[in-house]
């Protein structure tokens, strides 16, 4: 099966989260003082984290736009295209999330969060983006450019409307948070499971009936 294309593409995806990532930490460390950094190191699992997904779902954008149609102009079958797609979105999922499992455990660095809380939250925002990444490469596959505009700006309104009622929902549970917040992280992965579960099931029709076009 002709992995390789997926992988090299999934290694360069997790080149450019690392480079984006640490780039942030460089610069937000310059500003500080000794003292401080420490702290952008304990946050650098969130750089790392937020980073990762938007990236991760601009490049599956780009590769339904121009590799998944090259990898199958080249000679892959249509389910070797499909199983690749699954290891360009995994690898950097499981990388990434690895490395921020192991910023957490820095010595002398006290983390925002622990990985108990950063990676089954990391792991279902990563799903999530991803497949809805998939989303808008099968809308641009779909209904062209405008389409995939249109879905963008679906999507913003209801991050910015989740992430309102996010908000809303910790402050009316502000008090008993410290209790009750380890729900947090299984939901995140288990909404980010389910998200990436329907894609699938979508992106298999989608890929099957797929027609490279000259």
Known sequence: MR?????????QTV?????????????MGIQLDGSELADVLGLMPIYLTLFG????LAMMLAI????LGLSISL????????????VFRLLPTLVTVGLTALLTLIPGVESFW??????????????????????????????????TVLSVIL???IGINGGAL???AIQANRFSLPISAAWIPWTILAAGALIYGLMMLLESNVVRKYQVRM
Not at 3 to 11: A, D, P, Q, Y
Not at 53 to 56: K, S
Not at 75 to 86: I, K, M, Y
């Open 3 to 11: 992995l390789r294309f997926w992988f090299r593409n999934g290694l």
């Open 15 to 27: 080149a450019a989260i690392l480079g984006a990532s640490v780039l942030y930490g460089l610069l």
């Open 53 to 56: 997904a938007i990236m991760l």
């Open 64 to 67: 339904y736009k121009f590799s």
């Open 75 to 86: 000679g892959s079958t249509r389910r070797e295209a499909f199983v690749g797609l699954q």
């Open 114 to 147: 622990g990985p108990a809380v950063v990676v089954p939250a990391a792991l279902g925002l990563f799903l999530a983006t991803g497949a809805f990444g998939s989303l808008l490469g099968m809308v641009y596959l779909r209904f062209g450019k405008l389409g």
């Open 155 to 157: 999507f913003i309104l």
């Open 166 to 168: 996010t908000v809303m």
